[in-house]
């Protein structure tokens, strides 16, 4: 707030004019005159990142990966910032979209990693061991050059993939390994 006066002094400058007036004193309460409170925190620089990725892919269903690769995108808040630069990143993964929202029940956080790479490898996930065939929904934020905290990310989503058990059918490799077994043959009778 720009004010003529310094800090403290047009209050005192208001209720001097209103008793010398004969007024009752009417900013002895918080009233439209008192100072707007400062705000503590300082925008970012940088956007909340976009474009996250799971694996190299947007939403994918089956990722194999017991510890995934996540990457995303920065950019500037405004388009009249340049030389805007990732200094750090933080990274959480949570079982759905409104937990991870809200904060709650995240299955890991990675907690604020200096870095201004914009994807992780795999081994950066040091979480639980991740649910076959479960969703999960994950997000993140960024620190500008200047340490400045960005929003949070929208929270994007992968679904492990399921765990298969099954066996091969297959003929021998070499004849020596087949001795006098038939090569199976598939097939099935049909009446018509």
């Keep these: 707030m720009i004010s003529l006066f310094p800090k403290g002094t047009f209050r005192f400058f208001l209720r001097l004019m209103s008793i010398s007036a004969g007024l009752p004193l009417l900013l002895s309460t918080p009233s439209i005159f008192a100072e707007a409170p400062r705000a503590s925190h300082v925008s970012s620089h940088l956007a909340a990142p976009s474009d996250l990725r799971c694996t190299g892919l947007t939403e994918p269903l089956a990722v194999a990966d017991a510890r995934p690769e996540f990457s995303w995108k ?6 009249a910032l340049h030389a805007v630069l990732q200094s750090s990143y933080e990274i959480r993964i949570g079982t759905s979209s409104q937990r991870l929202i809200a904060g709650k029940s995240l299955l890991w956080d990675s907690g604020k990693v200096d870095s201004s790479a914009t994807s992780t490898e795999g081994k950066a996930y040091t979480g639980p061991a991740l649910q076959p065939q479960h969703a999960y ?5 960024v620190w500008d050059e200047k340490n400045n905290t960005s929003t949070w990310s929208r929270p994007a989503h992968w679904t492990q993939a399921p765990e298969w058990e099954a066996k091969w059918i297959a003929a021998h490799a070499t004849d020596a390994e087949a001795g006098k077994d038939p090569m199976p043959l598939l097939r099935k009778k049909i009446s018509v």
């Design 74 to 79: 920065v950019q500037a808040a405004s388009s």
């Design 137 to 141: 929904a994950w997000q993140v934020r």
